[in-house]
């Protein structure tokens, strides 16, 4: 599982939504890298219509080094802030976008090695 984001070529600035130009440096070539871990920030749970479990987003920050993400996740996280989360890309209606899911049981769990 992972998400792929845009890393300009000249200073490997990395950017979700892709961009035309590096916001950093300027530069106009990127490159998809794909990441696979982030650090949670912070999340919120929307309540659903009456009879829905509603949805939940989070801030996260791609690891190792960005960027920040807005993504969503298939239940809310046991943790908080600071815990470890798996990237994945997922198409809805012919757009994929950034989600993440809590690696299994121990993994990825502070304190826990
Ligand atoms: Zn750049």
């Known amino acids: 599982m992972s998400f792929n984001v ?12 892709a ?3 590096c916001p950093a440096c300027g530069h106009d070539g990127a ?5 696979e871990e982030a650090e949670l920030l912070a999340w ?23 960027p920040l993400l807005v993504v969503r996740l298939p239940e809310a996280p046991r943790q908080g802030a600071g815990q470890r989360l798996r990237l994945l890309a997922h198409t809805w209606q012919g757009v994929t976008l950034p989600w993440a899911l809590a690696p299994s049981d121990g993994e990825g769990v502070p304190g826990k090695h």
Do not use: I
């Open 6 to 17: 845009m890393e300009c070529a000249q200073c490997g600035h990395r950017v979700y939504p």
């Open 19 to 21: 961009r035309l130009w």
């Open 31 to 35: 490159h998809a890298v794909a990441l």
């Open 44 to 66: 919120t749970q929307v309540p659903g219509k009456a009879g829905e479990s509603g949805s939940v987003f989070a801030t996260v920050n791609a690891l190792p080094r960005g």
